[in-house]
C-alpha cells in the first residue's frame, strides 16, 4: 500500500544519512531500529512503547500517518523524547502545551 512504500522510502533515507560524515575529523553514530506501525494508532502505541523499552531512543523518527503521531506524541513526551514527523501534517500537532516534544519537517494542513 502507499503508506508501506512511504515508510520503506523513509527507512532507506535514515540508512543513507547512517554513514554521512560529520564535522572534520570524525563520524556521527546513529543506531536504527525499525518499528512498523501499518498505519494504525493503536499499533504505533505498541511500537512505540516496544521502541522506549528496547532501544531507549533518544529521539523517534516518523510516523507517517497524523493519526499515529497524534496518539504516540504524548507517550514519547512523558519520557522525554521527542517526535520528529516527517510527513505528519495534522493541525492538531502544532499545540505545543499537547504536543511539547514534537517537531516536524513538513508544514502542517
Do not use: W
Not at 560524515?21 to 556521527?28: C, D, E, H, S
Not at 494508532?41 to 511500537?47: A, F, K, R
Not at 499515529?68 to 514519547?76: D, E, Q, T
Amino acid at each position: 500500500n502507499g503508506a508501506h512504500a512511504r515508510n520503506c522510502r523513509f527507512v532507506k533515507e535514515c540508512e543513507a544519512l547512517l554513514s554521512v560524515p560529520a564535522l572534520p575529523g570524525g563520524y556521527v553514530q546513529l543506531n536504527a531500529s525499525v518499528f512498523e506501525t501499518q498505519g494504525l494508532p493503536e499499533v504505533g502505541v505498541l511500537q512505540a512503547q516496544a521502541c522506549v523499552n528496547s532501544a531507549e531512543p533518544a529521539a523517534v523518527l516518523g510516523f507517517t500517518l497524523s493519526s499515529v503521531s497524534v496518539i504516540v506524541a504524548p507517550l514519547l513526551s512523558s519520557q522525554g523524547i521527542p517526535l520528529v514527523g516527517h510527513s505528519a501534517t495534522s493541525n492538531e500537532l502544532s499545540n505545543s502545551f499537547l504536543h511539547s516534544m514534537f517537531v516536524r519537517t513538513c508544514p502542517a494542513d
